[in-house]
């Protein structure tokens, strides 16, 4: 679905991001062509191309490709250097960061060791990565923002900060407050799933899909339903915890204090368990992969009551929610998910059967040990380029000068997306 653009004097903002997203979904695209997607005059659309080139967001170049007479037609596209974001994911004993530009190109990622458990030390530790990959921007010093990524729920529920993806002492979120001071930057923040959604859906392989659903296999499992290109949140934003999905009557027992919860079974950390490692953080991909590919008989064992579950979790997820796809990203090394999901096969019959194509039913990330960072950092940029009402809306983080064009109203602090 192409989202039209309004006539409304006071929808300016809205109308540019409009443009700014089918050229993203699209790629290279003559003024023509966006009239004809977008449904704005050919006057509105050459000011407002006018308008996102002048400020660096797009660039413009003849179309040789398109066969007319006389000049080719210009074509605009994002532009690389049109401002970066910097992405930080964070885990109990490790926090990865990544420089990202407007096309979701790494430019550059640091990763340290650290216990977050400690907040003055994982403060220092994320000021120090953004420094470090400031210096690295080809943007001309253009950033869009910091995107932090964290394992949910949030806010005070009897499943927050419990379990091997939580924060052991930490009660709020007041930190990521403490980066917007230290760095200057605006800051936003969201449940890991919701990043590495977001992500997929601006530069990853649901770059072309209006809904799906986000699997995050990571040391735990989140999930993430994306309709319309935004993520639904529910009551509280914290939707689709599917990890903590009891599907295992009188199962293992849970930290969530329930039994047999979905993450009890399909998770590094339940590897882990398995294989008798202290936690996930202790079992690299490396290894990972190494056992896998001498066909260790626990792990094979492992992969393939987990893929007993993922069968049953597609299944629940397409009967109960018909996404287009399903799309599976975190930080589980892409061998491992593959040979699960390949395990996982055929798939229990759904209301998708029969009418999606089998091998779109389920689709893995091209940005499988990225995703989490890409995800963090896609979240500033998400706010920018998002052309929904709901976001538009939203009191923007911005202090750069353009932002006001693209309808942000800077405030201080973390922003939840």
């Given at each position: 679905m192409v989202r039209k653009g309004s006539t409304q004097q006071s929808s300016a903002p809205y109308n540019r991001r409009i443009v700014l997203d089918i050229i993203r979904?699209?790629?290279?695209?003559?003024?023509?062509?966006?009239?004809?997607?977008?449904?704005?005059?050919?006057?509105?659309?050459?000011?407002?191309?006018?308008?996102?080139?002048?400020?660096?967001?797009?660039?413009?170049?003849?179309?040789?490709?398109?066969?007319?007479?006389?000049?080719?037609?210009?074509?605009?596209?994002?532009?690389?250097?049109?401002?970066?974001?910097?992405?930080?994911?964070?885990?109990?004993?490790?926090?990865?960061?990544?420089?990202?530009?407007?096309?979701?190109?790494?430019?550059?990622?640091?990763?340290?060791?650290?216990?977050v458990a400690d907040q003055t030390r994982t403060l220092a530790a994320m000021k120090r990565l953004?420094?470090?990959?400031?210096?690295?921007?080809?943007?001309?010093?253009?950033l869009w923002?910091?995107?932090?990524?964290?394992?949910?729920?949030?806010d005070a529920t009897e499943l927050s900060f419990v379990g091997p993806t939580a924060f052991e002492g930490w009660q709020d979120l007041s930190i990521l407050d403490d980066l917007h001071r230290v760095t200057g930057l605006p800051v936003f923040y969201s449940v890991d799933s919701v990043a590495g959604a977001l992500g997929e859906s601006l530069f990853g392989v649901a770059k072309a899909l209006d809904g799906f659903f986000y699997?995050?296999?990571?040391?735990?499992?989140?999930?993430?339903?994306?309709?319309?290109?935004?993520?639904?949140k529910g009551a509280n934003s914290n939707a689709t915890e599917i990890g903590h999905i009891p599907i295992v009557p009188g199962g293992r027992p849970c930290y969530c204090g329930n039994n047999g919860c979905l993450e009890r079974y399909l998770s590094l950390h339940s590897l882990a368990e398995t294989l008798g490692a202290p936690d996930a953080h202790a079992l690299?991909?490396?290894?990972?992969?190494?056992?896998?590919?001498?066909?260790?008989?626990?792990?094979?064992?492992?992969?393939?009551?987990?893929?007993?579950?993922?069968?049953?979790?597609?299944?629940?997820?397409?009967?109960?929610?018909d996404p287009e796809s399903i799309v599976i990203g975190g930080s589980a090394p892409k061998p491992l998910v593959e040979h699960i999901l390949m395990a996982a096969r055929p798939f229990h019959r759904s209301v998708r059967g029969g009418i999606a194509d089998d091998s779109r039913r389920v689709l893995l990330s091209e940005r499988q040990d990225d995703s989490s960072i890409l995800g963090a950092a896609v979240l500033p940029i998400y706010k920018m380029l998002s052309p929904r009402f709901d976001v538009l809306l939203q009191?923007?983080?911005?202090?750069?000068?353009?932002?006001?064009?693209?309808?942000?109203?800077?405030t201080g602090g973390a922003g939840r997306l």
């Open positions: 979904r699209r790629g290279a695209m003559s003024r023509k062509a966006i009239v004809e997607k977008v449904g704005l005059s050919p006057q509105t659309v050459a000011n407002i191309t006018q308008d996102l080139e002048t400020i660096g967001l797009i660039v413009s170049r003849r179309d040789k490709s398109e066969k007319s007479r006389g000049q080719p037609p210009i074509a605009f596209d994002l532009n690389p250097q049109g401002g970066d974001a910097i992405g930080i994911s964070l885990e109990p004993r490790r926090a990865s960061a990544a420089l990202v530009n407007l096309i979701g190109e790494v430019i550059d990622r640091r990763e340290v060791e650290i216990d953004v420094e470090d990959l400031t210096r690295s921007s080809l943007s001309g010093g253009r923002g910091i995107g932090v990524a964290m394992p949910g729920p949030f699997m995050h296999f990571g040391v735990g499992l989140g999930g993430t339903l994306v309709v319309d290109r935004a993520a639904y690299s991909a490396t290894r990972i992969i190494e056992l896998l590919e001498r066909k260790d008989p626990v792990v094979i064992n492992w992969c393939r009551n987990a893929a007993e579950h993922l069968r049953n979790a597609i299944c629940i997820i397409e009967n109960m929610l009191d923007g983080k911005s202090e750069l000068e353009l932002a006001g064009m693209l309808g942000h109203k800077p």
